[in-house]
């Protein structure tokens, strides 16, 4: 490893230059292990202590054909020494391992930026199969970049050929070379791999070792190299004090679903489907039935629904996971959830629609869903994560209001949110809210029975009573419900009645009033937004004001009901922005329930905002304001 000397030059003589920034995107086939390749990285970078953003971009095929275009996976990694939003605009650094991963990416490297390219995959073949009529390495179409040509799987091969394996198997580990050279010109500590791929393959200590081998041959590679001339440093960053780990939005779901059973006393039951990019809330929690968490691997979405549904009326805290689609297969029994008035939290994991659509992508199209995709007026509320670490903290929150309103909650991820990572500052347990609930125990009604649907006057919430109480018996279902007893009713007036309590009882839910991030207090324009946005726009507005431009940032975390300030703030500005990755659905909302006149920028391309493109947006909003 080299040593900064303290001017800038190592021990070995390679130039050490200080960034206070850097964006790596690791890009190849689909099976050349570039998700885990980011993933070592990040790692490696969160142990170091630098703030990080990550956006891993994969495929849906499970293994899509090798070396085209449709087959390429990603990952990039934004770290720097101090408080970041995104995982960057576009990469300094693209790690190329093929042909189509050059062709898919090289439009986001900017001129000069450093190209790593892995030559022993630019055969004719591979070229004319993404529809290159040359070589791009020898005909002068990358001069503009920093072009470092290695050949990782001859090198990666001869550094295993002692180990006895294949050369297909040691080829393998080429993306482990990629690493080592990246963590070599970055002086990324090397322990932690090695420690991770021998305890990854432990039942395979011959794969381990070649792992590690390869490894190591990627970092002495840069280390005995004359390719690379300079080296990077990128300081830890200065964050507030406590214990962090790097954690995902989905992880992050899970831990938050953990901790609030554990808050509430309750046992949780998760019962779900399988989809992506959900799948992995259900692979964490069922780690920890230490903690009293069941996890049921259902048939389908609706038996997934049903038997967390069901967990809810037996007394415990019902979850149950999913994406756009399972949402419509879900929405009967949530409206069932409504009707029965019992705790209930839907996680809704958005990816690119309509139907199975982009199931790798991320989207913003199921808020109206969320909103009205039942039958019958079926108000849920509904809460919106803004980053990974933030879909702990959202998690609870959703809880909370399920169990003090008893009402199914729906919870908006996005693909973008879960996949990506970000340090996440370990809470206090003890800061944690307190989730305990009150079962009925006794009758409560005028007539010496339990009338279930007798209410508390302050949350409008009915009385939850376990069943097998005694003296408690009482049947619930999907039929209108008479005020109190909660007998079977067609009465005209209860019915309208019913209706219009139980939308009182979620537009009186109470949620934090919504803060505006406006530092100068000069602003004229407002941009809204909500989940996954939030990075993006936030970058964008720290961008803009440093143009000497102000402009306000309000985000949403509560959808349903509303901030009660939000009209208020939304009225003190002349111009109101909505970006969405979706045509314009909460600004639809907003514009109905406040009448103001939102503008609305959208974007469906599967991928997150950039922080350049809303930037650009928002300079030309704040400039055709009348002064």
């Known amino acids: ?9 190592s021990a070995e003589g390679v130039e050490i230059r200080k960034l206070d920034r850097v964006v790596i995107r690791f890009a190849g086939d689909s099976g050349d292990g570039m998700q885990l390749t980011g993933d070592r990285f990040t790692s490696e970078a969160a142990a170091f202590g630098n703030d990080l953003a990550t956006l891993p971009n994969f495929p849906a ?66 070229l004319t199969k993404v529809g290159y009529d040359g070589d791009p390495l020898e005909d002068g179409s990358l001069d503009a970049y920093q072009v470092h040509k290695v050949a990782m799987a001859t090198l990666t091969i001869g550094a295993l050929e002692h180990t006895g394996l294949g050369k297909k198997d040691a080829e393998r580990a080429k993306n482990m070379f990629a690493l080592g050279l990246l963590s070599w010109m970055y002086h990324r500590p090397t322990e932690g791999t090695e420690r991770f791929l021998r305890e990854k393959f432990a039942r395979k200590p011959e794969i381990a070792e070649a792992n590690v081998l390869a490894f190591r041959a990627g970092w002495n590679y840069g280390e005995t190299t004359e390719s690379f001339a300079v080296t990077f440093e990128v300081a830890p960053a200065k964050l507030p004090l406590g214990t962090y ?3 995902t939005g989905n992880t992050a779901l899970a831990y938050g679903i953990v901790a609030a059973g554990q808050r509430a006393e309750l046992p949780v039951v998760l019962g779900t489907y399988p989809i992506t990019p959900a799948s992995d809330i259900l692979h964490e929690l069922s780690k920890h039935k230490h903690f009293g968490i069941t996890t049921l691997q259902a048939e389908d979405e609706i038996a997934g629904i049903g038997a967390a549904l069901g967990a809810s009326y037996g007394g415990a805290l019902g979850v149950t996971s999913t994406s756009g689609p399972g949402i419509a297969l879900k929405s009967e029994t949530i409206g069932l959830a409504v009707m029965t008035e019992l705790p209930l939290v839907i996680i809704d994991v958005q990816r690119g629609g309509p139907s199975t659509g982009l199931p790798t992508k991320t989207e913003q199209a199921d808020l109206l869903q969320a909103m009205f995709g039942r039958n019958g007026e079926s108000p849920v509320p509904v809460v919106a994560p803004q980053s990974p670490a933030d879909c702990f903290d959202a998690a609870l929150d959703a809880v909370r209001i399920a169990l003090t309103y008893r009402t199914p909650v729906l919870l908006l991820s996005d693909g973008a949110i879960a996949n990506g990572s970000e340090p996440w500052l370990i809470p206090d347990v003890d800061s944690l809210p307190d989730l305990r609930v009150d079962f009925a125990t006794e009758p409560n009604g005028p007539d010496g029975a339990f009338w279930p649907y007798l209410r508390d006057q302050e949350t409008l919430a009915r009385a939850w009573a376990v069943p097998g109480t005694p003296g408690l018996q009482h049947r619930i279902g999907g039929l209108e419900k008479a005020d109190g007893t909660g007998n079977i009713s067609y009465d005209p007036a209860n019915h309208d009645f019913m209706v219009r309590l139980r939308q009182r009882k979620v537009d009186g839910i109470e949620v934090p009033d919504v803060v505006v991030d406006d530092p100068s207090g000069q602003a004229r324009v407002l941009v809204v937004g909500w989940g996954s946005s939030y990075g993006p726009i936030g970058a964008a507005a720290r961008r803009v004001r440093k143009q000497g431009m102000p402009v306000a940032h309000a985000h949403l975390r509560h959808l349903n009901p509303f901030p009660k300030n939000l009209g208020d703030v939304l009225s003190r500005y002349e111009r109101v922005i909505v970006p969405e990755m979706n045509l314009g659905q909460l600004a639809l909302l907003l514009r109905a329930k406040y009448l103001v006149d939102a503008i609305s920028y959208t974007k469906v391309q599967g991928l997150p905002f950039k922080a350049e493109e809303l930037q650009d947006v928002l300079t030309d909003v704040i400039k055709g304001v009348p002064a």
Request: aromatic content about 6%; charged content about 20%; glycine content about 10%.
């Open 1 to 9: 490893m080299t040593t900064d000397l303290g001017n800038g030059a």
């Open 61 to 126: 095929e499970i293994r899509a054909p090798q070396g085209t275009l449709p087959g390429v996976s990603s990952f990039q990694l934004h770290f720097a020494d101090y408080d970041i939003l995104t995982p960057g605009d576009r990469p300094d650094v693209l790690v190329a391992m093929n042909p189509a991963a050059l062709k898919a990416n090289i439009g986001d490297l900017p001129h000069g930026g450093t190209l790593i390219v892995n030559t022993d995959e630019f055969t004719k073949r591979n």
């Open 245 to 247: 780990r790097q954690i």
